[in-house]
């Protein structure tokens, strides 16, 4: 379960460019959550979960993580509950090592490591099988530099490794917004298959408002850093393009300005 209460986060305080990013942010996420978030540019979409993470200290409310409060925790001690994939490619792997030296680094994050070989026989098998079920054929090219793979194939990668660990939460932040139309829709049916077989607690944020309806089983809406929707159930599935932004406005008393959003 994720607890968020009265999230607040304020930068640039006191001075001219004073930016109230978090306003009073309350958010729950029980077990198996998929969780799509969206909202324009400003909204506080990416600084939520960086305030999830411990990118930087609130400045206001708590973060508890199956009842246990990190809020005062920094971003390296919250990442044994976390997985994240970031919007650029080139963010979650190494790229000047090997596609089975990274997978060993991901399934390792958080161990004791002491003086053994680098990277087992057994281990290896397992790569090669979870490889496998990317559909991507990177399962026969383990030995290769991340550097060489397309950016679908990175951020693919980057899916895996984190979630190898089955993490408590899995953030994804716009993490198919880089790519282009058609490997970002296979990376999203990835995603999605992974988070459901592995009944992950997930936040997925985009722009694109077709996506924040086809996947997951509750939507948020953020303005100005604020929740202003939370649709769940059949309200979410009976959904639209036209009918969110109706929504929209008559919630927020704005237009949805971000082209992104209307993406197919």
Known sequence: MLELNALRKV????????KIALDGVDLRLEDGDFVTVIGGNGAGKSTLLNAIAGVWPLDGGSVRIDGE??????EHERARWLG????DPMTGTAATMQIEENLALAMRRGRKRGLRRGITRAERELFRGKLADLGLGLEDRMSAKVGLLSGGQR???????ATMQRPRLLLLDEH??????????KVLELTDRIVRENHLMTLMVTHNM????????RLVMMYEGRVIMDISGEEKR??????????????SGDDFASDRALLS
């Open 210 to 217: 077709r996506d924040a309806i086809a996947y997951g089983n």
């Open 69 to 74: 409060d990190v809020t005062s925790l920094v």
């Open 176 to 185: 198919t917004a880089a790519l282009d139309p058609r490997t970002a829709l």
């Open 155 to 161: 951020q693919a990668l980057t899916l895996l490794m």
């Open 84 to 87: 994240r994939v970031f919007q």
């Open 11 to 18: 930068f640039n305080p006191r001075t001219v460019n004073e």
């Open 238 to 251: 009976a959904l639209t393009v036209p009918m969110l932004l109706e929504k929209f406005a008559l919630l």
